[in-house]
T-cell receptor
Framework: DAGVTQSPTHLIKTRGQQVTLRCSPKSGHDTVSWYQQALGQGPQFIFQYYEEEERQRGNFPDRFSGHQFPNYSSELNVNALLLGDSALYLC????????????FGPGTRLTVT | DQQVKQNSPSLSVQEGRISILNCDYTNSMFDYFLWYKKYPAEGPTFLISISSIKDKNEDGRFTVFLNKSAKHLSLHIVPSQPGDSAVYFCAASVAGNTPLVFGKGTRLSVIA
């Protein structure tokens, strides 16, 4: 049973560029959430997708946007990258209505120079 | 304002002894709590959870205790093993459906 997968593993971008990160949820899961983890901090919630719509959003600017596809996979897009966007981006999935536990992927390490 | 706090950045324990990791929260609406373990270069791995209707939940070597009046929970690992060395995150949510709110983590080192 494949767990949550994310791509790419690492990414280096320049300030002002745009980036797209991808996530495939665990089999049987339909809800995907994205988190940002800065160095020395716990993960912070960015947004959650269910039924291809953004359902909840954390305190992140509109430069952060996302999408969920019919197969439940998801993308996180960040525009106009800032140095402060350098972080580990984590995708988590769960089976809505069946469990409250969220299962995380390995993350994408984004470095903005 | 940090709603979930893990006040010990690090903890060192000898192999075979008990590890106790603590977590405090301020939002009285939180009613579902989870512990995650994280190794370097990996995503957080779910360990154990507890609902506010319980005060204890066990799973093998891991037990989570919840004290609602004190807004405090703890994770006990008995016996501790070197493979338990990792960063442990406490997380909380409301009704299990809201986003997880994480603490900053506690780095556990189990010494052989």
């Amino acid at each position: 049973d494949a767990g949550v997968t994310q791509s790419p593993t690492h990414l280096i971008k320049t300030r002002g560029q745009q980036v797209t990160l991808r996530c495939s949820p665990k089999s049987g899961h339909d809800t995907v959430s994205w988190y940002q983890q800065a160095l020395g901090q716990g993960p912070q919630f960015i947004f959650q997708y269910y039924e291809e719509e953004e359902r909840q959003r954390g305190n992140f600017p509109d430069r952060f946007s996302g999408h969920q596809f019919p197969n439940y996979s998801s993308e996180l897009n960040v525009n106009a990258l800032l140095l402060g966007d350098s972080a580990l981006y984590l995708c988590a999935s769960r089976a809505r209505g069946l469990t409250y536990e969220q299962y995380f992927g390995p993350g994408t390490r984004l470095t903005v120079t | 304002d940090q709603q979930v706090k893990q006040n010990s950045p690090s903890l060192s324990v000898q192999e075979g002894r008990i590890s106790i990791l603590n977590c405090d929260y301020t939002n009285s609406m939180f009613d579902y709590f989870l512990w995650y373990k994280k190794y370097p270069a990996e995503g957080p791995t779910f360990l154990i959870s507890i609902s506010s209707i319980k005060d204890k939940n066990e799973d093998g070597r891991f037990t989570v205790f919840l004290n609602k009046s004190a807004k405090h929970l703890s994770l006990h690992i008995v016996p501790s093993q070197p493979g338990d060395s990792a960063v442990y995150f406490c997380a909380a949510s409301v009704a299990g459906n809201t986003p997880l709110v994480f603490g900053k983590g506690t780095r556990l080192s189990v010494i052989a």
